[in-house]
């Protein structure tokens, strides 16, 4: 294991690392507060669920703005530049979320603080995209969704250690990792703007946003976009109405459950590079298949299933399409985006994560209130087994689609 780890490291650029690295320990501030976060809401403020659910609608609208802003912006003035303001804008910002006894400014400081996240996202992706040749990207995004897994184990330990002090202490903690993360980059992080990019420098930012309709008309990358939204609106519900269903229907405690997250979690520190690795032999459209193929499977058995050991086998096999589906999906829109619009690209993809998490649970939360409660991972394995052939029938590379369109006569921009 040490040897493909060595392996790994040295089949990247230093410059590669140095932004994993510093995605990593801002990873670490976002854990250890994130998960606390309704926990302190309810006590400090004494609202209800019900209120913070509303508080999480209008944050998803938020976010796609920030998602929609950072990304164009990253293609007009640059991915680090975008990425800091973000990274610093956010940071900054949760102290004072962390200070305010007015529940009126906590909501705003907290959309805000969910504003600058999103809109440094974008940045930080076609950054990566840039410093990684089209073979290397898929590993490239593996190794974000590892460090994103580790960091999302480190943080919520050492939030509970610091939660049992003082809420307070959550955020500030939160915000010296991400200046000190931030600091870091300004010195250690290139600017990777390719010098395709100069013809969006000189856009006025009307025209900039107006890049946004050029996406949408690219119909290939949109078509599979709308595939990866199916598949996510079953997956969303895997960290929120499964363990609700679980617990109604099967008596699995938050310990057992907390038990099955830490087996997906702990899958995907293990073996994502090397399954990601094996993939990479294989044409892109397939893998897709096969991983949500794996997704159909997985969940469909939560429907089916009434026993612990089951479920386990189920959160296995979701997890096994998860190590395969997830690194595609951006290296998808990287593949697909102009060198000059990776920003908007990475953005649009951003934006279909943004509806998925709104409308998966929302769509399951009524089906639960139902007599067959079963039918949400029913329902989300028919969802997955139809987006699998749906990517069977996408193309592996987009310059092939580009000269198919153009043997139609359809004028690529």
Partial sequence: MIA???????????????????????NIGGSLLFPFLTLYVTQRFGVSLIDIGWIHVVSTMVNVVGTSVGGALADKFGRKTIGLIGLFGSALITIPLGLTGNWGVF???NLLTSFMGHFASPAFQALIADLLPSEKRSQGYSAMYVIGNLAGAIGPMLGGLLATHSFLLLFIVDCILSVGTGIFLIFKMPETQPQETENTQKQNLRETFAGYGQVMRDRVFVTLVALIVMTMLVYMNYNTTLSVYLNRLHGITAKQFGYLLTLNAGMIVLFQFTVTRLTAKFKRPVMMFIGTLLYAVGFSMVGFGNTYAH???AFAIVTLGELISSPLYQSVAAEFAPIDMRGRYMAFLNISYSFAAAAGPLVAGYVMETSHPQWVWYGGGVLCVIAAFGFLKTRENPQDVKRELQAEGVEIL
């Fill in 107 to 109: 909501i705003i400081f």
């Fill in 4 to 26: 493909n780890l060595k392996k790994t490291y040295h089949d990247f650029p230093q410059d590669f690392w140095i932004v994993i690295f510093g995605m990593f320990i801002d």
């Fill in 311 to 313: 479920f386990i086998i």
